[in-house]
């Protein structure tokens, strides 16, 4: 059963950001793709270059000659050692998408206190504003 780990708080990661962590020994890029999370390894399966520190671009389309664009912006990882390119998300080679792809780690969001709830409760008392004094409730 895999095991869970905490790598980042979700804000901390803006839009078409990434944070590099490690988990267990593992170098894992976590990226932020409009909003939604990614988490792959460090990596390059060509020949092992630290790929999640490569340049995050978009794909070039052309209907013919001198018609280019930009599609899918922010959500293509080029290898910064020999420029193999892989979709964020669904791990992919662009070059090859029959038989090579990045290895994908599963990423979710879950608010704090789901995380870390303890047996113990500390005692609280109500405080409640009356004109320029706190006033504590025993």
């Known amino acids: 059963m895999p095991q869970r780990h905490v790598v980042a708080a979700a804000g901390e990661i803006a839009a078409g950001g990434r944070k590099l962590v490690n988990v267990a020994g593992r170098e894992i890029g976590i990226f932020n793709v409009a909003g939604d999370y990614y988490a792959l390894a460090n990596r390059c399966p ?43 998300r669904t791990g992919q080679s662009w070059c090859d998408p029959q038989s090579v792809r990045i290895r994908q780690f599963a990423v979710k969001v879950e608010h704090g206190e789901d995380l870390v709830k303890g047996p113990y409760v500390a005692e609280t008392f109500e405080v409640k504003l009356d004109g320029d004094y706190l006033v504590i409730e025993v």
């Open 46 to 88: 060509h020949e092992g270059g630290s790929l999640c520190e490569g340049f995050v671009t978009g794909i070039a389309r052309s209907d013919g000659p001198n018609d280019y664009r930009m599609e899918r912006k922010g959500e293509f990882l080029r290898c910064p050692w020999h420029g193999w390119e892989f979709d964020i």
